[in-house]
C-alpha cells in the first residue's frame, strides 16, 4: 500500500499519519510505503505529483527484492494525499500496466475552481477552510497553464477507461465535502466501484481525535475496505 499524507501540499506528515500507516500494516497485513514529497510554497506543481509518481514506479521496480504482488497494490491518502491518490490512480492507468488494485480517497481535495456551495459555506472553520483552500491551490498551481491546471485536479482529470475499486469519505463540516461528493460521482457515471461514506457531523481531518469514536468506526470501516481489495 502506498500512503501518502495530507497537510495541503505545504506540510510535512504528522504523527497522526505514522500511526494510521502502521495501523494499516498490521490490521491489513500489508507493507505500507510512505512517502515524503516536496512541499510548498518552495515546489509547487509538479514536484509532489512526479514525486508520488517515482514513488510508485519504485514499488513496481523493486517488487521481486521486497516480495511485493504487483497485482495488489493500493493506494491511499488524505485531503492533499487523496488529490495525488487520484491523480495517480487516474494518469497510471494510461500505461495499462501494474496499475493500482485499488484507492483509498479520505476528504480530498479535487477541484481547483472551488465553486461547490461547501466552499462558499465553509470560509473560517477550524484546522482547514475556503481561506485556506484559496491560497494553496493559489501556490500549487503557481505558473500553471490551464492544462497543467487540470492534470493537477482530479474533477478536470480525463478517466482512463478502467479504474480501480474506490472508497472516499467525505467529512460533513468542511469546505472541500461537495467536490470529493462530486468525485464520486464522476468516478460512478464512469462505471467505477464507489465504496461512499458521508461523515456526519465531522469537520475536515476530523480522523486526528484517534481515539473518538466515529474515527474508530471510519478506521475499521477502511481496514475492511484495504482486506476486500487484497483478497479480491
Known amino acids: 500500500m502506498l500512503y501518502i499524507h495530507g497537510g495541503g501540499f ?3 506528515a504528522v504523527s497522526y499519519h505514522y500511526k494510521l500507516a502502521m495501523t494499516f500494516a498490521e490490521k491489513a497485513k500489508c507493507t505500507v510505503i510512505f512517502p515524503n514529497y516536496h512541499l510548498l510554497p518552495n515546489y509547487p506543481f509538479p514536484a509532489a505529483f512526479e514525486d508520488i509518481f ?52 479520505l476528504y480530498p481535495a479535487t477541484d481547483y475552481t472551488m465553486h461547490t456551495n461547501s466552499m462558499k459555506e465553509f470560509t473560517d472553520t477550524p484546522l482547514w477552510n475556503a481561506k485556506n483552500t ?53 468516478l460512478i457515471d464512469h462505471g467505477t466501484q464507489v465504496e461512499l461514506h458521508k461523515t456526519k457531523g465531522t469537520p475536515h481531518g476530523f480522523d486526528l481525535a484517534r481515539h473518538s469514536e466515529i474515527t474508530q468506526h471510519y478506521i475499521h470501516l477502511r481496514i475492511n475496505a484495504l482486506k476486500k481489495a487484497f483478497t479480491k
Not at 491511499?76 to 491518490?85: E, F, H, M, R, V
Request: hydrophobic content about 35%.
Open 134 to 186: 484559496i491560497k494553496v491551490w493559489d501556490l500549487y498551481l503557481k505558473n500553471c497553464t490551464t492544462e497543467m491546471k487540470d492534470l493537477a485536479s482530479p474533477l478536470q482529470n480525463t478517466l482512463p477507461d478502467t479504474l480501480p475499486d474506490s472508497y472516499l469519505e467525505s467529512a460533513d463540516i468542511d469546505c472541500l465535502r461537495d467536490e470529493g461528493l462530486l468525485y464520486a460521482q464522476k
Open 10 to 12: 505545504a506540510y510535512p
Open 54 to 105: 517515482r514513488t510508485y514506479d519504485w514499488i513496481i521496480t523493486n517488487a521481486k527484492k521486497h516480495n511485493f504482488d504487483l497485482n495488489k497494490i493500493a493506494v491511499a491518502g488524505d485531503s492533499a494525499g487523496g488529490t495525488l491518490t487520484a491523480n495517480l490512480c487516474n494518469l497510471y492507468a494510461y500505461k495499462k500496466k501494474y496499475t493500482p488494485c485499488f484507492q483509498m480517497l
